[in-house]
């Protein structure tokens, strides 16, 4: 049963057929089974105890167990980032997703899984948890930061999953492990009760087996919340609608400085392979030019950077998690330690390099330039947007690398987000869908992007590759 | 003790020092608005309550939350801007400041850097029988934090207070002499009070006011090197710690010494400033916009709304008094200067018969108040009912024998 797509246990638990407690009993049985190797989940003594309600079949999700990312707020149960910091805290509110999630029928929602610490890294490494593991081959990366959630899906542990998305942290780890992950549009999944990275990028969003689960938990999770200021009061259309549509004639843009030295040769060839695949279901493609791309990973490691350094201030062990013992002597010193001992290394290089950003006498010159271009990245786009439908491009340079290989050397960690993070500095709705495997057998995945709120015609144009193609039916031996 | 305490009347002349050297302050006020809930959240901003009692996820900081903009702690702002005779800006966002204290839960305060909602305005105060204009710099409004209680070995937190709407009234600095400066706070206090938007107490924290001050030789085009004060808790100690520091760098600069630019604290016990950091220990708040908060446009209908709602101001009021009742301006300006005072007087003099309401106008002012600064109260807290007063009056003024 664990290993049925929501909408297929949807189908069942309407009809009847089987009970929520049924479901989560055989996700439990997989989690048994597998997670020891796979390590996706973290603290999960309390929620295999839990037992869920009968499911209400007047709501969509039937009774669905939904596994979350450590940095969502779950009402009285620990949501820690996956950081020593904030060890034992139990928020006292849930986040506006998880309560759209319980309102649309969703079951248990206390499956927590790994990621890097403060969804800081691309690799899931940097988890005080310790690494999660690709399902398709354990020594390698199941990518990041919502690696986690990746990995469970990928490995029949969960039926489907929340991420957080603020350089690629959704579409990465789901390209890592061959399933389906979803960036919406800055503003369409409210992040009120999301742990904040960088508050103007994150976003929250689906990690599913298929395409059609992805637009039934967007279905569930979007909307304006009044108590996210940043989240547009539009209308939500329903994505299931989009899917089934055919191609024809949808104008689809190759981004020319995406296709350049630093991309994997075989991912090059896989994804030129999808490329002709839509051309061969009716969609026309052309080379467009996105010409400040190559300034996207400097810019975002000065905002986001910067907007971390600020909001992890929060934790210096005055009212919750970790607060370092025996500083005896002052204030300071307690700060000092705590955030000594309560970071990892890789959220003290974010703090310390956003700290420097906005610093006297730098904020012209790093700030306030990052900004601008941040601006000219989003306009490229807007003019690609004029014509083309979507822009298609690959959703990481390499496939899933060995865990160690990359953690002691941050630039190239951060060179794994090179396709991903421009999607998150324009604040664009992006896709990444299984589109082949390299000859190690590890997944390959392809990212479509479109104008802001248009999610449907990312769901249009994945569905129909994948109904076109085999990728997303392939399971990891485990 | 200071001179100054004992020879005040030395002060009242300004003393010889006087004669070489300038006085140039500026005022930095804090206002507390009265808005039912706080500026990002819906807690209450109910004063006096048990501690840690009105707060939530939002003002507490708590990972995950957001906040969320309450509309007429922005109104409000815009009423006070527009009283002030400032630009109210067509686009406002705010910024965050980033600096760690125990009792600022996110370890920064949302505040408003380089857009504030309004910039460029005047108040026109009393001052020494003068009318003196005053200008404004900026208003922007901000959150307050939350209060210490330190104990033996131990600190405590109180978060009511945390995330509270304040309005950051800057002055330039204009300002001449530390009695002006009192004077500006009066003035301040007293329209505050007509639009109705803030208790503007010192004792309870609902008023707060640094000041900026320098020394220049008179005539000098630059201003001299300069000294912020806090921890002043009443209009009075203001004054008398910008006078305490007027002789202090007075004297400086006469020995020939230099005046250090540092952040000073009033001791209300000793009456002296202290320096509590130089500028080399100056925090560096690293201001950027809050990425939680919109930008928000001010439109020209907004203005025009909430110019509807600001009432008949202490200015206005004092001439239409001398109008319509034939008062003195000293009368005049004396039952204006609080809404309250105000609209107790005109009750009276509208129910005097008389053509002559001078007469009313002098027993308010005169045995009236007298009565209530006996009792610490102001004059419209004398329980006297109008028709009782106005008997009273009639009674004198005809001076009926009832012997």
Redesign the interface.
Known sequence: MNKLTAHELIEKSGKGEITAAEIFNSLKKRIKDIDSQVKAYVRLADSLDSQPEPANTQLPLKGISVSIKDN??TRGYN?E?CSKI?AG?K???D?TVIRKLKEAGAAILTLKTNMDEFAFGSSTENSCFGPTHNPWDLDVVPGGSSGGSAAAVASDSAIMALGSDTGGSIRQPASFCGVVGLKPTYGRVS??????F???LDQIGPITKDVRDSAILMNAISGYD?????SINMDVPDYTKSLGMDIEGVKIGIPEEYFVEGLDKEIKTIVQEAINKLKSLGADYKSVSLPHSQYAIPVYYIVAT??A??NL????G???GFRAQGVKSN?IDM?KKTRGDGFGEEAKRRIILG?YA???GY?DAY?LRALKVRTLIKQDFDKVFEKFDCVVTPTSPTAAFKIGEKIKDPLKMYLSDIYTISANLAGIPAISIPCGFTKKGLPVGLQILAKPFNEEMLFRVAYAFEQATPWHLEKPKL | MPLSKLLPGIWKNQNYSAMEYETVIGLEVHLHLKTKTKAFCGCSTEFGQAPNSQVCPVCLGFPGSLPVLNKVALDYAIKVALALNCQVQEYTKFDRKNYFYPDLPKNYQISQYDLPVSRDGFLNIESDDKTERVAIRRVHLEEDAGKLIHQENLSLVDFNRTGIPLLEIVSEPDINSPQEAYDYLVALKSLIGYLDVSDCDMEKGSLRCDANISIRKKGAKELGVKTELKNMNSFKAVKEALSFEVERQTELLKKGKSIVQETRLWDAKELKTVSMRTKEEAQDYRYFPEPDLTAFIINKEKIDEIKKTIPELPKEKAGRFMKEYGLSEYDAKILVSNKRNADYAEERLKAWPDENKKSVANWLIGPLAAVASTTNIEISQVNIPAHNFLELVDLVEKKTNYL
Not at chain 1, 191 to 196: F, T
Not at chain 1, 226 to 230: E, G, V
Not at chain 1, 313 to 316: L, N, P, Q, T
């Open positions: 969502i707020c949501t980032c904030l805290f928020p006292p509110y986040a992040r009120y009760g999301l742990i904040a960088a508050s103007s009044p108590y996210d200021s940043t910067a907007e350094s600020s201030a929060r934790f210096d005055v009212q919750y204030l700060y700290t906005l610093s006297h904020y700030y």
